[in-house]
């Protein structure tokens, strides 16, 4: 593909990115696309088939854009208690500030889409941020940080409780305080006083 195929080609990506992000998944049609991106049916075919496949190459660009908390440079005095309270103060950012995010249009995809793990962006997404999560309960749990617990269940049920934040926010909207309140007992579960 060219230099000058390939900016359309994003152009299209952010330009329907915008529309999932204001309207769902279900609901978008090549049309709107095509309006919203102020190209030809035809110019848009030549890059996608189907709202499915644009949705998806939306998706796999969200994946490769993530930011990774866990991979980030930190002081080198940071403890491990550090990077996890880094970890709930970026997420707590996600779940209060991203009204223009794709969780909602990434649930309906997922209900419109049998899907298997494999195949299934959220699920790779959750999965790595799991194993990550895990990796990081038992480095604290080695230097006496953490309480002892079972790394991967608790980074699960963490994970989990995120992810209800997230829907929360996103559906019927949660207080500020109140997330606090969650994310205060989830440390509370991990990190003695």
Do not use: W
């Not at 209060?96 to 899907?115: C, I, M, P, Q, S």
């Amino acid at each position: 593909m060219g230099e000058k195929s390939e900016q359309k080609r994003q152009m299209i990506l952010t330009t329907a990115r915008h529309i999932f992000a204001q309207k769902g998944y279900k609901d978008v049609t090549m049309k709107d696309i095509v309006e919203a991106c102020g190209i030809s049916r035809g110019g848009l075919y030549l890059y996608f088939s189907s709202v499915r496949e644009v949705f998806e190459a939306v998706l796999k660009e969200e994946e490769a854009e993530t930011d990774d908390v866990f991979s980030r440079r930190l002081q080198e005095d940071a403890t491990v208690a550090d990077v996890l309270m880094i970890f709930f103060k970026e997420q707590k950012k996600e779940i209060l500030g991203r009204k223009e995010d794709l969780t909602v249009a990434t649930y309906e995809y997922n209900f419109a889409h049998a899907l298997s793990a494999e195949e299934n962006p959220q699920r790779r997404k959750f999965d790595d941020a799991v194993q990550a999560l895990s990796q990081l309960l038992e480095a604290g749990m080695e230097n006496g940080e953490f309480y002892e617990l079972e790394s991967r269940a608790a980074a699960a049920n963490i994970m989990y409780a995120l992810e209800g934040l997230r829907v929360l926010s996103r559906t019927i909207g949660i207080s500020e305080e109140r997330i606090d309140d969650e994310l205060f007992t989830l440390v509370s579960g991990i990190v003695p006083d």
